[in-house]
């Protein structure tokens, strides 16, 4: 079990700043501490011991949407996370370890992947989630060793019994009686008699010890994913270059990876949106739709992806706020486990190429051969961005036995004996294939085509019009 313990955000500055909360400091930055000030300081002592110190009135709504924002991005470690008390997350990551190369590679990864969000976050890891929690808060212990990850119920007993037991909340009313007789740290604590320190104190005291040191079932009620994503965060200023929007749009990208773990999902379509003003200069959002070859959902590639948009995005105001919609996901397919690989790269390989020329070149000039669900031979033949969907439709199903060659403008024949004339008579060797459409959008053809062969045994693709006064025409070339 993995908690995270006093979320708190990084400042932007060195300089001296601290939250004020009922006019009280909360929380102070290394340059306010080191001027003086200190934890439940009143902000008129504060401005007498620091006076550079910039206060922050605390925005809990803003608190609630960090934590929000932050647990989806820790999704992708494991879909079993919980809010507890004083800004506490914890995750049940007892599944997990394999996967992410054990206990030590996947602490660092989440402590990277909050430090990326811009938060600092105090971590401990134990068998038991009461026992990870406490150990999580020892960081704030004087004179303790800073060891807060133990891995076996032997090292997580030892360890919490050298805890304080001003560390549980259970335990504060009770803090002058546990100090007078002498029990000052958990484990001292737990060797009191049982009967007497239920009388003496609360169930909800021993039920705590009990948790903690694996002695007693513990029930969480785990964070359900929203059915559809979509995330926000406003800016700290008025950003007028896209490229300063990186940092801001790896959160989110970081928020929409969780998510997409945590279901199984991968996204095809999102919609990253650069909002400007509002008001009576109201501006219009700007929307970047980036379309994925293949759906994905790895943090770096999204990421690559959106650097390139921004990269080509000359903003027409100001940005404020950013947001992020996942437009079209789909099922996370496995990686192609392949024995023997293809030289050259592998199909993801080749998809990825084609996302990122379309994110740098823009989805009309990066164009691959497509077929069209369409009869008409001029039609069912196009050029569609590299990155769409293709028709559900078999090639087959459409070609069946027509040319390889098509002419771009069918060719008139001449007529000959009552025969059509291309270098010499033309033969006919099959058909007709009837082919009428087109009347939806008024462009209707009705036709009757024929392979043909010349005396030099050379095949051609012929249709004859069905209308009055019809004449051949040449509209394809046999290999």
């Not at 700043?17 to 102070?28: E, S």
């Not at 006076?51 to 989806?72: F, G």
């Not at 009552?418 to 033969?427: A, D, N, Q, T, V």
């Amino acid at each position: 079990m993995l908690p995270l313990e006093a979320l708190r955000p990084r400042w932007s500055e060195p300089g001296p700043y601290a939250v004020i909360d009922q006019d009280q400091v909360m929380t102070m930055s290394a340059g306010a501490a080191l001027g003086g000030v200190r934890a439940g300081m009143r902000s008129g002592g504060v401005s007498a011991v620091a006076p550079n110190t910039v206060m922050l009135e605390r925005a809990p709504e803003k608190e609630e949407l960090a934590l929000d924002a932050i647990a989806s991005a820790l999704m992708q470690y494991t879909p079993e996370l919980t809010f507890q008390s004083d800004f506490s997350i914890l995750l049940d990551v007892s599944a997990s370890l394999t996967l992410f190369r054990g206990a030590h590679a996947l602490c660092s990864r989440v402590m990277r992947t909050i430090a990326t969000l811009g938060f600092t976050a105090q971590l401990g890891a134990a068998p038991s989630a009461e026992g990870a929690w406490l150990l999580a808060r020892s960081g704030r212990s004087k004179g303790l060793p800073l060891r807060r990850r133990v891995l076996s119920m032997t090292s997580m007993r030892r360890r919490l019994a050298l805890l304080p037991c001003g560390l549980m909340p259970a335990a504060a009313p009770f803090h002058g009686w546990l100090n007078d007789i002498g029990a000052r740290r958990i484990g001292a604590l737990r060797q009191l008699p049982r009967a007497g320190l239920l009388r003496r104190t609360s169930k909800e005291l021993l039920t705590t010890l009990d948790r903690a040191f694996g002695e007693a079932p513990e029930m969480f009620e785990w964070i359900k994913p929203p059915r559809r994503f979509s995330a926000r965060m406003e800016t700290f200023d008025r950003v007028e270059h896209a490229d300063a929007l990186l940092h801001g749009a790896t959160r989110l990208i970081l928020q929409l990876v969780g998510w997409l773990t945590s279901l199984q999902q991968a996204v095809r379509v999102f919609t990253f949106y650069l909002e400007h003003e509002r008001g009576h200069a109201a501006v219009a959002p700007t929307a970047l739709e980036i379309m994925l070859a293949e759906p994905a959902w790895h943090e770096g590639h999204l990421i690559r992806l959106l650097k390139e948009r921004l990269g080509k995005v000359a903003l027409s105001a100001p940005v404020i706020a950013l947001r992020l919609e996942a437009v079209k996901i789909e099922a996370m397919l496995p990686p192609n486990a392949s024995l023997f690989p293809q030289p050259g790269g592998s199909p993801q390989d080749y998809h990825r190429l084609l996302e990122l020329l379309t994110a740098r070149l823009g989805p009309e000039n990066v164009l691959t051969p497509a077929d069209v669900d369409d009869c008409r031979p001029e039609v069912c033949n196009a050029w569609l961005p590299a990155t769409a969907k293709r028709p559900a439709t078999p090639v087959e199903e459409i070609l069946g036995g027509r040319p390889f060659w098509l002419l771009p403008k069918a060719i008139p024949l001449l007529m000959r004996d009552e025969r059509p004339f291309y270098g010499s008579p033309l033969k006919i060797v099959s058909g007709p294939e009837r082919l009428e459409a087109g009347w939806w959008n008024d462009q209707t053809v009705a036709r009757d085509y024929y392979v043909a062969q010349g005396s030099d045994a050379s095949c051609y693709w012929i249709y004859l019009e069905r209308v009055k006064d019809a004449r051949w025409y040449l509209h394809g070339l046999y290999a």
